[in-house]
């Protein structure tokens, strides 16, 4: 299905993107790309917008030269053996060119800067900002739980046990550890997870990845404590890449600052390859009239 969404987005009249939040975390990644693919397996909750001659296909909702700094996302999507370049992130759609033929579906988030195009659904966990306008035509999910993967993964549950639809399995499999990291592993001290996250993971454990119950602690723990590395290791990012990593931006009195945080020292970073142009460069492509480095 990701193999062919990149020639569908180039060849179809009529879209619809499945999309995730701009942080594009784990969570929002994985739950776009299995609830396209869900989505273009029941065509029909997306009625009437959706058509026979209309493609659905995922989105990550990041450019693509940053796809890179989402660590926990590229690790573990390889670990899926999802190839990177089968994905289609936010700057590889012609937004601006098609707002009519070209429909969204807003994963772990409900209000999008995307306002020309028509939202046909929504799935989100988050409560509800009262800023937020609703087309009463869209399909719309919105629970608080410890995770959006929990919520996609409860549809994909119902079909799957219908009828074992193929790629379903892979799809709940992906969802498995994002709710496994966003539940911060079932901790009683984050009190993230609710009921569904439990039943949901648990449900995979046992009918995907064949996991016996007694096992289920130590599997959950390895794999989030990989998750946790991941998202941390920046042994492949450049003096570059690293001021994007963990970016906050300040606008204020026609003033932008610009405040990369490292984890590690400055003094560290500094000594980093053709590191006082890549500064030059991250302060003219933020527009920045201060950059302040921010270390451990």
Request: hydrophobic letters at 40%.
């Given at each position: ?50 058509t026979k001659d209309t493609v659905i296909i995922p989105v990550l909702n990041v450019v693509r030269n940053e796809l890179a700094l989402k660590t926990e996302v590229t690790y573990y999507l ?219």
């Open positions: 299905y990701l193999q062919q969404c990149r020639g569908l987005l180039q060849r179809a009249a009529r879209k619809i993107a499945v999309i995730g939040n701009e942080s594009c975390d784990l969570d929002s990644a994985v739950s776009a790309l299995a609830l396209a693919y869900h989505l273009h397996c029941t065509p029909e909750l997306l009625q009437p917008r959706c390889k670990q899926q053996k999802i190839a990177l370049d089968e994905l289609i992130c936010s700057d590889e759609v012609e937004w601006e060119n098609e707002p009519n033929n070209l429909d969204l579906v807003l994963v772990d988030h409900h209000m999008t800067k995307l306002t020309n195009h028509r939202i046909v659904g929504i799935v989100d966990h988050r409560p509800i900002d009262g800023a937020a306008k609703f087309n009463t035509d869209a399909f719309r999910t919105i629970e608080l739980v410890g995770s959006c993967a929990t919520l996609v993964g409860r549809e994909l549950m119902n079909i799957f046990q219908e009828k074992q639809e193929p790629g379903y399995a892979e799809a709940l499999e992906l969802l498995y550890g994002a709710i496994v990291l966003d539940t911060v592993n079932f901790s009683k001290e984050a009190d993230k997870a609710k009921q569904l996250d439990h039943d949901v993971v648990e449900f995979i454990e046992k009918n995907v990845k064949n996991i016996e119950p007694e096992d289920s602690s130590g599997y959950r723990e390895s794999l989030f404590k990989s998750l946790v590395a991941a998202r941390s290791d920046i042994s492949q990012l450049n003096a570059y890449q690293l001021l994007f990593k963990d970016l906050k931006i300040l606008n204020q009195n026609g003033r932008t600052v610009s405040l990369p945080g490292f984890p590690m020292a400055v003094q560290e970073y500094l000594k980093l390859s053709e590191c006082s142009q890549h500064i030059n460069q991250f302060a003219s492509s933020t527009q920045s009239n201060v950059v302040l480095l921010l270390g451990m």
